[in-house]
Structures are given as structure tokens and as C-alpha cells.
């Protein structure tokens, strides 16, 4: 037996020395996660089209984005993804090489290069007052091989080489008026070398301004006074003929501007569309000779004739959307017009001097769910025949993108989860039992069409054809992929609202869309022109054992920007993407609590807080009524009042006091409020716990065996605060004239629990709170480095508890009810460490049972998550700890925190633009599934501990079963052996 001890050992020892590595190799990237990448939604375009080769088309979004996408797939060529601020005003191509953008209020001029995305040169424009952005490329001016770049913003119009990006010259307009300039157009004649600039100031003067074009030197400025003033946007219908609305919005304004010489005519829109209603407002085109309308219902065009006046030339009823002209060969410019009709588009190509016959006409069939189109630009191709086609790029409610070519889709792009504004989880449905034959059938002929197409991929005579189909089959066989639960909680449901107003199913085993809707609650429309989605909640999570409904979700919206705009509820089913009902509020929405209650249906109860303080109850059945009433006395909440630094504390009182009675509506009553002194201190971040997080024990025992008790309350709000001039960005004060406060408040009473100062430190702050910790991250101005700081809060009142006996027979006070209004005993501890990185959000790992090591999940300021484990923020580590805090698990104490680079949870890829981080717990206690989101989308599972309750996936069960029958084999030789030595004996 000692032989067959010593071999299973060997042999254990082989199986570990063959798998040494806990690495994460290349070939298992994508196995356990998934990232997909987006742009947002498109405003400005560019085709580069000219050359043979790679067809592209760049663009701008409202992410901030600039991207160039390959026309014939979609797909993204290069992308750089801005600052937040960095908003993109305008762009255009030079030299047919180079992509100019104009951004951050017309105070930053790039050039980058077009194959590959690198930045050419940048240039910083100077000005003093906000106006308009302009951004022109002049073709037909050149010095040497040098395009004119003339970009206007901040008041000063600037001429710049496109090579290499030198403001050749300068000039402030502002200073040529009193009021705020706002220049509409910057252009130059054919073969000229004067370039003029026209525009209006605050105090409706109408200027045009004539440079030269080399020099900058100003060669005339012309002014006149329009006694109606001018309002909204305008259109050119010529080089010198200008089209405004007055200021009452009853007027077209005819301003022509020849020689310097300003005339102003005219024209009462009822005239011109005797129908109209509501108020009308200029569509910003570049059409020639062409304005156009925009109505409440319809869509209007005007032509110019006789210089100064205006007939209708065509009237289209909304929705509708149009492009800019588009100059496709001599002398001809055509413009593409869009119209839904029913589920399907009609794509329409006009000439804009000839609208009585179209160029091109093409209906295409539209998912409704994408909404209308909001913006099309057109491009021109060379056929094979050598006569001209049209591709149409258009963009759609949703902020999908897609690109239409020969009356069909060519492709799509959802860039609409590019703006994710709340992400919630679900589970899917239970697998069923029992099959039917249909589906036995149905199976065995798929089982029988797979095995012959894998033959065929074999054999290697599969077709192109035949290949998609085989590693489509294996995606749904695939165990990640299926639409029904696992035992390990792995596959669930990432439903996600967008900016668009449209949720999204997203499976977690590959990042597919499951379903996507857009919800009519949340479209523009008439009696709702600013519609915006707010959060999701949790609605109705059925028991699988007591009901057989689907569950479904609240998603909250206003009708309105401001928050005391009147609110909007749709309610959603989870599995089949329909809205059950919706409902337009005649309450605004300022704050949504769920409770912890339930009605017999399972539907969650929830309150919501108008701007005026009051309390309505969700669902509004008698069954909810009854049971929030019992629970009345107990509802307390809080709210933030950032732009007044207070802070304020509320409890129901009574029925509201309206002039209908609504039983269902509840007063509120003020219990407590903290006034920061604004001339010190201003809110600038807060931060509270996890409703749902669950902690796994309250007791801690620490070294020496000696129990500590952990404070642990939903109630807990961590305040931070700065001085007021530290509330700006990062070194542009003193560490004299800034500092950092933090509160931790009990949300019931308003008792501050902790009070601490960090002088010389200035904001942003990130926090995040857990169990009975707080870590937060700021930076230092003295040390010029950026810190974490920990929080830990323990329980006195229970400390008497030593007795390790009497926790495990119960006999304890640890489950007698507590009361805020009791003075806790609590006790902090606190420690600093500085820290290398700027953290653009945190988030920590939660499990099912709260029993795995926390980690924090940091998202830095490279678009990346990092995963810091919680015992490098112990406020307990020492320089040199004794040998019960080392068994315990506490590190030495260290000035930094350090940085693993395979602590990296994004691995070497970066989730551009990263706003936010959601961690939802597996069945499996050991593993944390891990959602980041900002323009990219990237999804992954991780273990804090390891995977201690599970196999890993690549662990190697041929090389168990080798062991398993090494070892059986192994105890048959040497039983065998043993008894033939034993016979041999026994024969001496």
C-alpha cells in the first residue's frame, strides 16, 4: 500500500506540473466575454469616394466620436472618441487626405489623416465671447498647394494653412460691434481673392464683411439695421441672397448683399402657405434657389424668383427628412428627399432645378421599430455602364445607422447603445420540460442537415455558403448562448434603456440582441416635443412555482428637460419586448423609491416624488393601498439639493390637499436638513449602498481571535465636498485654496456618524459604499498625485459579544431590532494610499451569498476596469505586521496602491468613452458577472477568489480519467504483486 500512496502521488504531481498557469491565454479571450463597439449617433458626414480602392465614409456623432466607416459593410475603419466637452461643431476634407474638425466651441482645429485616423497637426483658436461655429475648406483659393481652412468661433474669424495647421491670420469681429456676432457663412468666388463673411449681432444688424484673402486685411464692412429682428436658423439660396425669419416667426426676411449693399424685403408666411399653424421655423438646406419650411404637420419648399420673391414649389406632409445638394456633375446638384409611407421608406432623388420629375425613386421596407428617419446624406457613384448611382446614409430615431444602395439595405448599425442611460438584469425562462414529436423531428433533421455539413467541412468541400452555416450551428448549440437559465446563473438578460428612448435585450452569453423596442411613451410628438428617459425598475419578478407570467419592467420618463416636468411610466414585458401600458402623468417625476413589499401579484411597490414634494403610490389598487399603510409610518427618504448644498430628510405625513381627493397621493413633511456654508463648502459628489446587496455576517474576527462587529445600515450616505474654487479641473488651484470634507450621514435622524478634512485636496470625487466600508478617490494638490481613501465602520454597542459559543448557538443580541434614533456606538478607522490612475467611475463585486472577497472595480481614465482587491484597502495594514495579522491576511503597509497588469478585467481592450459599471451576482458564490458600458459595450464574469466551487473550463477531465485509471491500475499490479509475494512467503 505504501507503493500505491507513493504512485498517486507521483501522479498528482504530474497533472499539476502539466497545468502550472492560471493566466488567462489569447485563444480564451471571448470565451468568457464579449465587447462590442459603437459610434453614436451620426450629425455630420464626409464620403471620400473619389479614389479606387477602399470606399469610406467619416463621421461625427453626439458621443463625440469621429469614425471612418468602410460603405460597403459597415464597419469601423478607425475611431477616436473625444473628451466630454469636446463637443464636434463641424467637419469637412482638405486636400483630399486630411479630416478637419472643428470642436470644443470653435476653440479646436485638428487635421487627421484619412487612411489610418492619426492627427495631423492641431491648433488652438483664440476668442473671448461665445457665438456660432463655421467651418469652411476653401477649393478654389490656393497658395502654392496650400487650402484655406477659415473656421469662425469665440467671436474671431481665423484663416488656416490645412498642411500644417498655422493661423495664417486673425481677426476678432467682436470688436467691430457691440453685441455678440454671429457669422452665418464664410465664402469665396471662383477665382477671387476676397473672402467674405456675413452674419447678424444680438441687436438684429445685418454685417458683410470683405477680407483679403491672403493677408487678412479687411477690405470692407458693411452694417444694416432690421427693425423686426431675426430669429432661428437661416438659408442661403445664393452667394448673395439670404433667407431669416423675424423675430415674431410671422416673416420670411429677404436679405440680398450685393457691392456692400444691403436690402431687406419682406414676405407674411400665411401669404405664401395659407394653411399654416403653429409656429414655423427655417430647415437649414444648401439647396440653390431653395428654402425650406417646417410647419407643425408639413414640410414646405420655396423657390426664389425675380430676386426677391418666394412661390411654394412643393408641400410634404410629416414625417419627412431631406438632404443637403449634393454636385454629381457639371452644373447639376441633386438632393435626396425621404417619406414614410406605412412601415416602408420612399427614397426620392430630385434636381434641384427640376422638381416636376425625379432622378431616382425607391421604396424600402423599414422596421418600425427604428422610428423615422431623421437625417439622410446622399453620395454619387459610377456604375459599370458608366451612368450615375446614389447611396443614401440615413439615421434614424433610434440613432441607428444604415446605408441604403439599389432599393435595399447594404447595412445596419445599432449605434443607438452607444448612450446607455440605466442598465438592469432579468432572468430567462426556465428550460421547459417534455418534448414534443414535432420537435424530436424538427431536431433530428437539424441533428442529421449538421453532421453532413460537418462532413463536408471535413472533406474540405463545404461551400462559402456552407461554412457561415456550420459556425452559425455551432453559435446555437453553443451552452452561452441558449435562451433558458443555467444552473450556474450565468445566462441572463441585460436589458438597457438608451438615450433614444429605446430598451434593448441583450443575452449575456454572446452580447445579441434578444428584442428591442421603442417605446412610443418616450417618442417626440405633439403633446410631448422633449421626451427623456429617466431610469428602469424592477416591476413584477413572478415566482416560477407560483404564476406562469412573464415578468416586467418600469421604465420612468419626463415629457420635458427640467424635473418638474409632467412624468411618463411604460411598462414592459421582459421576454417579448411588448409595452403593456403606459401612462402620462399629470405629476412630474423628481425622485423614484421602490419599496421592500409586494402585492399578491408580485408586482413591487413603488413612490413616486413630484417636484412639489408629494408622494404618489404605484400600483394604484386598494390591495397596495392596504399594505403601504401599515408600512406608512416606517417610509423615510432623503434628497439632494447640489445647487443649494442641502441636504434634507422627508417622511410621509398625510393625504395630499388637492382639489380632486387622491388616496393615493401623500404628503411630506421635513424631519431634518444639513445647510453646507457655501462661501466653504459645495456638494460635489454622494454616494450610498446597494439595496440589494446581501452581507453574509456582521461579525468579524480579526487577529487574535478577537471578534469585531461590522455597522451595517441601508441608511448610510456618504457626502463629499469641496471648496468652492476647488470645484474646477485638476491643478488650476493652490493646495491653500482648496479642501477636500467628507460626512457620513444617517439618512433617518441626519446624525453625522464621521466627519474628515482632506486639506489640499480638490475634486472629482468617485465613491462607492459596501457592507460597512467606504472608498472614495480624489486628488491631492500637495503630493500631485491622486489618493483612495477607506472607511471602515465598526459597531460598539455589540462589542461586548467575545463569546464565539454563544454566535453559533444564537444566544446573542445580534438579530434585536435596531432603531436610528438610538446614538450609535460606532468606531472609524481610516487610511490613505496614494494612487497612480483618474478613475472615471467604481463599482464593487457582488456574489449571491456576500461570503467571496470583495474587489473593487475601478474604471480609469484609459477606458479601462481594473480589479483591486479590497485587502490593499485595509485602514489596518502596518509596516510591518505581527504573525496573527499575517494569518489573518493583512498586507504591509505601502505608500501606493499597486497596479497588476492582469488585474486588468478588459484585458488590453478599452471601453471608449466608459460611463458606468453594473455587477450582478452568479448562483455560483464565487463568480461576479461584470457590465461596463459607455460608447463600447463589454461584458465578462470573474471570480474574486477563484473559482473554489467549480471546475475552470479548461481544466482537462482526459488527463482526471488517465489518473483515475493509472491509479486502479496501479492498486491491481500491486494487489496482484502483494499476493504472490505472500504465496511465496507462505511456501518457505
Known amino acids: 500500500m505504501a507503493m500505491v500512496l507513493r504512485l498517486s502521488l507521483l501522479l498528482t504531481l504530474l497533472c499539476y506540473s502539466l497545468n502550472p498557469s492560471f493566466a488567462l491565454y489569447e485563444d480564451q479571450v471571448g470565451l468568457m466575454d464579449w465587447h462590442q463597439q459603437y459610434i453614436g449617433k451620426v450629425n455630420h458626414v464626409v464620403f471620400h469616394t473619389q479614389k479606387a480602392g477602399r470606399k469610406r465614409v467619416v463621421v461625427s456623432t453626439e458621443e ?35 479630416v478637419i474638425t472643428l470642436s470644443s466651441g470653435g476653440t479646436i482645429l485638428r487635421a487627421w489623416n484619412l487612411p489610418d485616423g492619426q492627427m495631423v497637426w492641431e491648433s488652438l483658436l483664440q476668442g473671448s465671447i461665445p457665438s456660432k461655429k463655421f467651418l469652411s475648406v476653401m477649393m478654389n483659393f490656393k497658395k502654392g498647394k496650400d487650402n484655406l481652412i477659415f473656421a469662425f468661433g469665440r467671436g474671431c474669424l481665423h484663416a488656416v494653412s490645412s498642411i500644417d495647421g498655422e493661423v495664417l491670420w486673425r481677426k476678432e469681429l467682436s470688436e467691430l460691434t457691440t453685441e455678440s456676432l454671429e457669422i452665418q457663412r464664410v465664402f469665396q468666388p471662383a477665382d477671387s481673392d476676397i473672402v467674405y463673411a456675413v452674419g447678424f449681432d444680438g441687436s438684429s444688424q445685418f454685417h458683410t464683411y470683405q477680407f483679403n484673402a491672403k493677408t487678412g486685411e479687411l477690405l470692407k464692412h458693411s452694417v444694416a439695421a432690421f427693425l423686426g429682428g431675426f430669429s432661428g436658423e437661416s438659408s442661403f439660396v445664393s452667394d448673395d441672397i439670404l433667407v431669416m425669419l423675424d423675430a415674431t416667426g410671422s416673416h420670411l426676411v429677404l436679405i440680398s448683399y450685393q457691392d456692400g449693399e444691403i436690402n431687406f424685403h419682406q414676405t407674411y408666411i400665411s401669404d405664401l402657405v395659407p394653411d399654416c399653424s403653429g409656429v414655423a421655423r427655417i430647415l437649414p438646406t444648401q439647396l440653390t434657389g431653395i428654402v425650406a419650411l417646417k410647419t407643425d404637420s408639413s414640410a414646405v419648399f420655396l423657390r426664389l424668383i425675380g430676386g426677391n420673391k418666394l412661390e411654394v414649389v412643393e408641400k410634404i406632409n410629416y414625417p419627412t427628412a431631406f438632404s443637403d445638394a449634393l454636385s454629381y456633375s457639371e452644373g447639376q446638384k441633386a438632393f435626396a428627399l425621404i417619406q414614410h409611407v406605412g412601415s416602408r421608406i420612399q427614397l426620392t432623388l430630385k434636381l434641384d432645378n427640376d422638381w416636376n420629375s425625379n432622378l431616382l425613386e425607391e421604396s424600402i421596407e423599414m422596421d418600425p421599430q427604428k422610428g423615422n428617419v431623421q437625417k439622410v446624406f446622399i453620395n454619387n457613384y459610377i456604375r459599370t455602364d458608366r451612368t450615375y448611382g446614389f447611396r443614401a446614409l440615413i439615421v434614424l430615431e433610434d440613432h441607428s445607422l444604415m446605408l441604403l444602395q439599389q432599393g435595399e439595405i447594404v447595412w445596419s448599425r445599432e449605434d443607438g447603445l452607444a448612450s446607455v442611460i440605466d442598465v438592469t438584469t432579468e432572468e430567462l425562462p426556465l428550460e421547459k420540460e417534455g418534448v414534443s414529436v414535432a420537435k424530436v423531428e424538427h431536431n433530428l433533421f437539424e441533428w442529421l442537415k449538421g453532421h453532413i455539413l460537418k462532413l463536408k467541412g471535413t472533406l474540405m468541400l463545404a461551400s462559402p455558403g456552407d461554412i457561415v452555416a456550420i459556425q452559425a450551428m455551432r453559435m446555437k448549440s453553443s451552452e452561452k448562448s441558449k435562451m433558458t437559465r443555467d444552473h450556474n446563473g450565468f445566462r441572463k438578460l ?43 425598475y424592477q416591476w413584477q419578478v413572478p415566482h416560477h412555482h407560483a404564476m406562469n407570467e412573464n ?235 491622486f489618493e483612495m481613501s477607506v472607511i471602515e465602520i465598526y459597531d460598539q454597542s455589540r462589542a461586548d459579544i467575545k463569546d464565539v459559543w454563544k454566535i453559533l448557538l444564537g444566544k446573542h443580541n445580534l438579530t434585536s431590532p435596531v432603531s436610528s434614533y438610538s446614538r450609535p456606538e460606532v468606531v472609524m478607522k481610516s487610511q490613505s494610499y496614494f494612487f497612480t490612475h483618474s478613475v472615471k467611475t467604481m463599482a464593487v463585486t457582488s ?76 448562483k455560483l458564490e464565487s463568480t461576479t458577472l461584470v457590465f461596463a458600458y459607455g460608447v463600447d459595450l463589454f461584458f465578462t464574469r470573474i471570480a474574486p477568489s477563484r473559482t473554489y466551487d467549480s471546475l475552470t473550463e479548461d481544466f482537462s477531465y482526459a488527463l482526471l480519467l488517465i489518473t483515475i485509471v493509472a491509479l486502479i491500475a496501479a492498486i491491481f499490479v500491486t494487489w496482484v504483486l502483494s499476493e504472490k509475494k505472500e504465496l511465496r512467503e507462505k511456501w518457505r
Not at 441585460?494 to 430598451?503: E, H, P, Q, S
Request: charged content about 20%; overall charge negative; glycine content about 6%.
Open 64 to 98: 463625440n466620436v469621429i469614425a471612418s466607416l468602410d460603405l460597403r459593410r459597415g464597419d469601423i475603419f478607425w475611431r477616436h472618441v473625444l473628451g466630454a466637452n469636446e463637443t464636434i461643431d463641424e467637419m469637412d476634407i482638405a486636400l483630399g487626405k486630411y
Open 847 to 922: 456574489t449571491a451569498k456576500g461570503i467571496t472577497s470583495k474587489q473593487l472595480l475601478i474604471g480609469t481614465i484609459g477606458d479601462q476596469v481594473l480589479a483591486l482587491d479590497k485587502r490593499y484597502l485595509d485602514p489596518r495594514r502596518t509596516i510591518n505586521p505581527t504573525q496573527a495579522e499575517k494569518e489573518e491576511g493583512i498586507i504591509p503597509l505601502t505608500d501606493a496602491l499597486p497596479i497588476i497588469p492582469q488585474s486588468y478585467v478588459t484585458h488590453s481592450l478599452q471601453v471608449e468613452g466608459l460611463r458606468g459599471i453594473l455587477t450582478v451576482p452568479a
Open 494 to 536: 441585460l436589458i438597457v434603456l438608451t438615450r433614444a428612448g429605446k430598451l434593448f435585450a441583450l443575452h449575456t452569453g454572446d452580447g445579441r440582441v434578444v428584442w428591442s423596442l421603442l417605446l412610443p411613451s418616450l417618442r417626440r410628438s405633439e403633446a410631448c416635443q422633449y421626451p427623456t428617459g429617466i431610469n428602469i
Open 551 to 785: 415578468p416586467s419592467i418600469l421604465v420612468v420618463g419626463r415629457c420635458g428637460l427640467g424635473s418638474d416636468a409632467p412624468g411618463v411610466l411604460s411598462f414592459v414585458d421582459l421576454y417579448t419586448g411588448k409595452e403593456l401600458s403606459s401612462f402620462n402623468l399629470a405629476h412630474s417625476i423628481a425622485q423614484v423609491i421602490p419599496l421592500p413589499f409586494t402585492d399578491s401579484t408580485e408586482q413591487r411597490l413603488h413612490l413616486l416624488i413630484d417636484a412639489g414634494g408629494r408622494a404618489h403610490l404605484y400600483p394604484r389598487t386598494l390591495e397596495v393601498l392596504k399594505i403601504f399603510q401599515s408600512e406608512l409610518p416606517n417610509t423615510y427618504w432623503y434628497s439632494v439639493e447640489a445647487e443649494k448644498d442641502i441636504i434634507r430628510g422627508h417622511a410621509l405625513h398625510s393625504n395630499c390637499f388637492l382639489e380632486e381627493t387622491d388616496e393615493y397621493c401623500f404628503s411630506t413633511r421635513e424631519l431634518w436638513s444639513i445647510v453646507f456654508p457655501s462661501e466653504s463648502e459645495k456638494i460635489i459628489s454622494t454616494a450610498t449602498r446597494k439595496l440589494n446587496e446581501v452581507v453574509h455576517t456582521q461579525a468579524k474576527v480579526i487577529a487574535d481571535h478577537d471578534v469585531t462587529f461590522k455597522y451595517i445600515s441601508r441608511n448610510l450616505l456618504f457626502v463629499a465636498t469641496v471648496a468652492p474654487k476647488g470645484d474646477c479641473s485638476v491643478g488650476s488651484v493652490t493646495p491653500e485654496e482648496s479642501w477636500l470634507v467628507v460626512y457620513l450621514i444617517d439618512t433617518i435622524t441626519g446624525r453625522i456618524l464621521h466627519r474628515m478634512t482632506h486639506l489640499g485636496s480638490q475634486g472629482p470625487v468617485q465613491a462607492i459604499i459596501s457592507e460597512n466600508w467606504v472608498v472614495y478617490h480624489y486628488f491631492n494638490l500637495r503630493a500631485h498625485r
